[in-house]
């Protein structure tokens, strides 16, 4: 499952669009990623946040490496607009075989997290936004990072397994387990 996208799900029917204040919480903590050395780029949310440290979630591959090592990816925060913030980011968790991975990074006054549940049921069909980086650098203008892109969709299928966490990530390994990773 790769995460390229983070998909939210609000009724699209029910409402034109999102609340501006919704809207703009999703996209700050949505974090453009950088991978030079694997010249690789991806998508990433703000999970948490403790002080100025912060933690986001991403897809395995965007980073490489393994958990615990510093690497160069680099989060951009605020990319797109006028002053994008940048921090080299630490793997605390990788799962390779869900392609999942937990990040960490210091910033001064950070995003604010986006709020995670655990009891949302999502039905095929359920209309939802999708916030992420699709075409990596492509829709950078000049000089400057890419834009959050903001869609609508619906989820158009489930995949759950028995021994699963509330967020649906299997529980197959203890390679995920760390501080930031609370329900």
């Avoid at 797109?80 to 921090?87: A, E, F, I, Q, T």
Wanted: glycine content about 6%; hydrophobic content about 40%; some cysteine.
């Amino acid at each position: 499952p790769f995460l390229a996208f983070l998909v939210l799900p609000w009724p699209c029917f029910a409402q034109p669009a999102l609340e501006a204040d919704k809207l703009n919480l999703i996209k700050r903590a949505t974090v453009f990623i950088q991978n030079p050395a694997a010249r690789t780029t991806g998508s990433g949310f703000v999970v948490a946040v403790e002080g100025d440290q912060v933690f986001c979630v991403t897809n395995a591959h965007v980073v490489g490496g393994r958990a615990g090592q510093s690497i160069a990816s680099e989060v951009i925060v605020d990319s797109g607009g006028p002053s994008p913030r940048r921090s080299r980011s630490q793997v605390l968790c990788l799962e390779e075989n869900e392609d999942l991975a937990i990040l960490s990074f210091t910033l001064e006054k950070p995003p604010a997290p986006i709020p995670l549940s655990s009891s949302v049921d999502v039905p095929e069909t359920t209309p939802v936004f999708v916030f992420g980086f699709p075409f990596g650098e492509e829709l950078a203008a000049h000089d400057r990072t890419p834009a959050v892109t903001v869609s609508r969709a619906s989820v158009s299928a489930q995949r759950r397994d028995a021994d699963e966490s509330p967020f649906g990530w299997r529980r197959t390994s203890s390679s995920c387990r760390c501080s930031c990773a609370r329900a």
